[in-house]
């Protein structure tokens, strides 16, 4: 793809910067309104919440790691599975993805900047102390909330104080979340490049905007959901309340209208992600661009439809388990269009495995697996015996923390020599993928054994027959740990601190897109004005 470049040479690329006064010093992060800041300081944010969740996760672990109680009480131990959970999806995985799009939207359109760029600064500023209000609640008077990261009633209307506080947190996350939406939609509908049609997108853009407008359909119904419990608690109403004749079962169908949404919000993106990342070490074109982008429409469609088989053991009438049930196997095809695609892009493509291409095939190798243990929990008979057992923990650990982190993983090794110009070192990569892809099996494919057995998740202690999984789940979740402090300490801080090889404009032989034909690393200022495309996506004026 030739481009007529705005800055051909790293130095002139400088150059530009300094002409444009880009702002230093605290103030350039402080009242940050350009895209690329922005997206470092949501992806600084989310390792950060990451780090403190995966602590969090380490000492569950430590817990479990042979029967009886060994370093909390079981009051703790609830309070650490609540804030993990609540800590790893809305301070971890949403900002970090809301980060990736910051960065890569406006360079894969051609646009200058996002949208609305001060709001843009508001909805990452709004994060930082809803993060900080969150993790303190540990420090508050009864500690923590502890009533699991779904918050049911009535065990969230017995909370102390920290779950109003948690409850607070959560609501600005939100508030975050819409913003940043309304951002991202904006930004895709009226700033593409002129020439780009919607259906000539990059598939990170399509998974995004798709994620935007799920994230404005369902994040309302949880902060309903949220206020709701709020005023149960202090304000006398009785929504939740049964003695009162409210219906808890409510509350779980509403949180999980928003919930089970919300698992594809952390997944959409990645979808895009590897759609990006595998025809560029196959050398081929995507397999299959148009049926794609209506998969990931008919997933997010379908997401919407089939919250209640969350919930096949609340005496559900065998019509509405039947409904939800084939509701949730219909997801299914839209899912495995995607795995053919993305196989059928490697067949007998010119194949390379750099890190970003591995963590690109362990994404797909784990979602698969996720993804069939979720058409078991899908049949309604079967649910019920693993409802609320260690199967739903490694289900969901599968789609989420390796599926979305290792597309993120794949993506800052694939995309991070453009933003900093500088090479990541390609052993310590492969180091931290096989580290990070044996680690995780190790630690979590047991726990399907231990939930088809009947052991239940949140319990701090457990009978003998549990204890030989466990021990290798617990060792092998804290190698998986320590495989991201590595990540950290050997890849990202490096890369940051420019020490590597300079990175070629094109570092990847078969990656296309308008963000390849900047020098890297990319200017501050990107695209003075938006590039002019033929029909083929090239630059002509």
């Known amino acids: 793809m030739s481009a007529v470049l705005p800055y051909p040479e790293t130095g002139e690329a400088q150059a530009a910067d300094a002409d444009h006064h880009m702002p230093t010093g605290w103030r350039r992060w402080l009242f940050a309104t350009n895209h690329k800041d922005i997206g470092t300081l949501y992806l600084i944010f989310s390792f950060t919440m990451l780090m403190v969740g995966g602590v969090l996760a380490l000492l569950i672990r430590a817990e479990l790691f042979q029967p009886g109680l060994q370093i909390v009480n079981p009051e703790m131990f609830n309070q650490f599975t609540t804030m993990h959970g609540l800590i790893m999806v809305f301070g971890a995985i949403m900002p970090a993805f809301v980060g990736f799009a910051n960065w890569l939207i406006p360079l894969q359109i051609g646009a200058r900047d996002m949208a609305f760029a001060r709001l843009n600064n508001f909805s990452f500023w709004l994060l930082v102390p809803a993060g900080i209000t969150l993790t303190a609640t540990f420090f508050m008077p009864g500690g923590a909330p502890a009533g699991g990261w779904t918050l049911y009633a009535p065990l969230s209307l017995q909370m102390p104080m920290s779950m109003d506080a948690a409850i607070f947190s959560l609501h600005i996350m939100g508030a975050s979340s819409i913003m940043g939406s309304i951002n991202i939609i904006v930004t895709i509908l009226n700033m593409r490049a002129p020439g780009m049609k919607l259906m000539q997108m990059p598939m990170f853009c399509w998974g995004w905007l798709i994620t935007a407008y799920l994230i404005l359909a369902v994040m309302p119904v949880f902060a309903g959901v949220l206020t709701m419990t709020l005023t ?90 039947l409904f939800f049930m084939y509701g949730t196997l219909l997801i299914a095809i839209p899912t495995g269009v995607k795995i053919f695609n993305w196989t059928a892009t490697m067949w007998k493509g010119s194949l390379t495995f750099e890190t970003p291409m591995l963590f690109a095939i362990g994404f797909i190798l784990v979602f698969m697996i996720g993804g069939f243990t979720g058409v078991v929990m899908a049949i309604a008979p079967i649910d019920t015996q693993i409802q609320d057992t260690y199967y739903i923990v490694a289900h969901f650990h599968y789609v989420l923390v390796a599926a979305a982190l290792f597309a993120m993983f794949g993506s800052f090794y694939y995309w991070s020599p453009k933003w900093t110009g500088v090479m990541y070192n390609e052993t310590r990569g492969k180091i931290h993928f096989w580290w990070s892809v044996i680690s995780f099996n190790i630690a979590f494919f047991p726990m399907h054994f231990l939930g088809l057995a009947g052991m239940p998740r949140r319990y701090a202690d457990y009978p003998m027959q549990f204890a030989d999984f466990n021990m290798v789940a617990s060792i092998a979740a804290f190698a998986f740990g320590f495989a991201q402090v590595y990540f950290l300490f050997a890849v990202v801080i490096p890369v940051m601190r420019k020490k590597g090889a300079p990175a070629p404009q094109r570092p990847w032989e078969g990656a296309e897109g308008l963000i390849w034909d900047l020098p890297s690393p990319v200017p501050y200022h990107s695209f003075e004005k938006p590039p002019v495309l033929d029909a083929q996506l090239r630059i002509v004026g």
């Open 232 to 321: 149960d608690r202090h304000f006398g109403t009785t929504f939740f309340v049964p003695a009162a004749g409210g219906d808890p079962i409510l509350m779980q169908h509403i949180f999980w209208f928003f919930g089970h949404p919300e698992v594809y919000i952390m997944i959409l993106p990645a979808f895009g992600m590897i759609s990006m990342i595998v025809p560029a070490f196959a050398r081929k074109r995507l397999f299959g661009y148009t049926s794609m982008v209506y998969a990931i429409a008919a997933i997010a469609t379908l997401s919407l439809m089939v919250w209640a088989h969350h919930m096949f053991t609340t005496g559900m009438p065998v019509t509405g388990q």
